[in-house]
């Protein structure tokens, strides 16, 4: 049961243009969500994160949206640059009922020079 | 570097062996979360513990168990090994109990042969 879905495995986009990826999640419970980026051979780092009280945060040329009804959430990046060509993981939890963060399978992002 | 050792980076073994896999957290995190990525499968949670004690349960094989140590450090003992257990472990730590950003380890690739 793959309760956080990134639906797009991979994903091409031309440098300098934006890149929008995608997540759609199942649980309604999920109240927090973050967005991880994944290098080759090394462990994920942490992106930016959105509360369920909210539907946009923004760090810099990162953006995630929040659309609650629609149980999705998508991660802007705008301008693309060729360092952000890596594998996006999309995660979520529900922190008022339990401890776990369970993540998407990724989306591998190519930036088109 | 995210602070979180994993030991070792790579480990070899057969069929039906039993390994241990070892997580140092950020010094001064309390909670330690495990994850399997096999291929295609994206990051699976199997547990989490805050300062020691269970906290947290995914889909853990009966074969796969874990403590969290006084010290705080965590190991993650896999037995019985069968050849779909090949996969990269990682290991996260966080300060709070509260499921929040996580700082991954570099990870420890087992193959079972």
């Known amino acids: 049961d793959q309760q956080v879905k990134q639906n797009s495995p991979s994903l091409s986009v031309q440098e300098g243009r934006i890149s929008i990826l995608n997540c759609d999640y199942t649980?309604?419970?999920?109240?927090?969500f973050l967005w991880y980026k994944k290098y080759p051979a090394e462990g994920p780092t942490f992106l930016i994160s959105?509360?369920?009280?909210?539907d946009k945060n923004e760090d810099g040329r990162f953006t995630v949206f929040l659309n609650k009804s629609a149980k999705h959430l998508s991660l802007h990046i705008v301008p693309s640059q060729p360092g952000d060509s890596a594998v996006y993981f999309c995660?979520?939890?529900?922190?008022?009922?339990?401890?776990?963060?369970?993540f998407g399978k990724g989306t591998r992002l190519h930036i088109l020079p | 570097d995210s602070g979180v050792t994993q030991t070792p980076k790579h480990l070899i073994t057969a069929t039906g062996q039993r390994v241990t896999l070892r997580c140092s957290p950020r010094?001064?995190?309390?909670?330690v979360y495990w994850y399997q990525q096999s291929l295609d499968q994206g990051l699976q949670f199997l547990i989490q513990?805050?300062?020691?004690?269970?906290?947290a349960k995914g889909n853990i094989l009966e074969r796969f168990s874990a403590q969290q140590f006084p010290d705080l450090h965590s190991e993650l003992n896999l037995s019985s090994l069968e050849l779909g257990d090949s996969a990269l472990y990682f290991c996260?730590?966080?300060?709070?109990?509260?499921?929040?950003?996580?700082?991954f380890g570099e990870g420890s690739r087992l193959t079972v042969l």
């Open positions: 010094s001064g995190d309390l909670s």
């Open positions: 995660a979520a939890s529900a922190r008022g009922r339990d401890d776990k963060i369970i």
């Open positions: 996260a730590s966080s300060v709070d109990r509260a499921p929040g950003e996580l700082f």
């Open positions: 513990y805050y300062n020691g004690e269970e906290r």
């Open positions: 959105i509360s369920s009280i909210k």
């Open positions: 649980n309604s419970m999920f109240d927090y």
